[in-house]
């Protein structure tokens, strides 16, 4: 665990280095993001955990292009962040995958934008084919490739967005809170093909979640924000190593560290146990 929420500084340069980063919507009571400072480093996974409003999707948002800081600096590999760019794909909770395209035709729908398809070559369009057809075996959907998207599961349906977001072959992929409305059983696997992913595409990726249970398995690091105003509270080193199975997450250094992060959560948010948070609702319904 560091409470340095800046990586030790190392020869070579951050992919993603975020500097004094202020973020204030008009109106608001309170920033949403204050003065936020992290490295993330190549070919890292770095999840957030928080609780709700302490600005994980912003500063997401933030580094996707999509979201402006109010003040502050954020770059990518050295140049300021001054909106969406090929270089970093974002993965949503909800899949928004085009009904009226199949599977294969979603994949690839970023090689029709005008980013992709400038001084285009027809070698560039049968690589692109190889691409989409390697993804669809990645995913495990190679049968799929002509169905259309209510067709799908959706654990199917959030392979079909995270395919087409590594279509393009991004440096960085931003992913908010992606296997949040699958069930237990389906975000186990998808847990797993994540990890997978990113040791062969050798992405850096950016993993927003509320689950600390996903944060840990996931993650080489786990970055806790605390909310009123969003802020980095903590960093924790995740120590397990790279070779990881469904059964660590009942290992009981695994359990320690969660449950740590658990009731870091609940301090930084002002709710301290459940029972309080209960017993402080049941309160004021009958004041």
């Given at each position: 665990?560091?409470?340095n ?21 008009d ?48 770059l ?17 909770q909800?899949y ?12 690839k729908?970023c090689r ?79 847990h797993?093909?994540?990890?997978y ?34 802020r ?15 059964d ?24 301290k146990t ?11 319904a009958?004041?």
């Open positions: 665990m560091s409470t929420p800046v990586s030790p500084a190392t020869l070579a340069l951050p992919k993603i280095a975020i500097r004094d980063v202020f973020k204030r919507f109106g608001a009571p309170t920033n949403a993001l204050e003065n936020i400072n992290l490295d993330i480093q190549a070919n890292e996974f770095v999840t957030f955990v928080g609780a709700s409003g302490c600005g994980k999707s912003t500063l997401l948002r933030t580094i996707g292009g999509l979201e402006v800081q109010t003040s502050g600096e954020l990518v590999d050295g140049k300021l962040v001054e909106g969406p760019g090929i270089d970093r794909a974002m993965v949503f909800h928004s995958l085009y009904p009226w395209m199949t599977v294969c035709q979603n994949i729908f029709q934008l005008a980013a992709h398809t400038k001084d285009r070559t027809s070698s560039d369009v049968e690589a692109a084919d190889g691409r989409a057809d390697a993804l669809l075996r990645l995913m495990g959907l190679q049968a799929m490739g002509h169905a259309w998207p209510n067709q799908l599961s959706g654990g199917m349906q959030q392979r079909v967005a995270i395919a087409r977001a590594l279509m393009g072959r991004p440096d960085i992929v931003l992913m908010d809170e992606p296997f949040g409305a699958l069930d237990a059983q389906t975000r186990e696997v998808m797993d093909l994540i990890r992913v990113h040791k062969l595409e050798k992405a850096t990726i950016v993993f927003v979640t509320h689950d600390v249970e996903e944060a840990l398995y996931l993650g080489g690091r786990v970055v806790l924000m605390a909310p009123r105003p969003g980095i509270d903590t960093v924790y080193d995740v120590p397990f190593g790279d070779q990881r199975t469904q660590l997450k009942h290992a009981p250094e695994f359990l320690r560290l969660k449950r740590d992060i658990l009731d870091r959560i609940r301090e930084t948010s002002g709710m459940d029972l309080e948070q209960l017993q402080r609702m049941t309160g004021a009958t004041a």
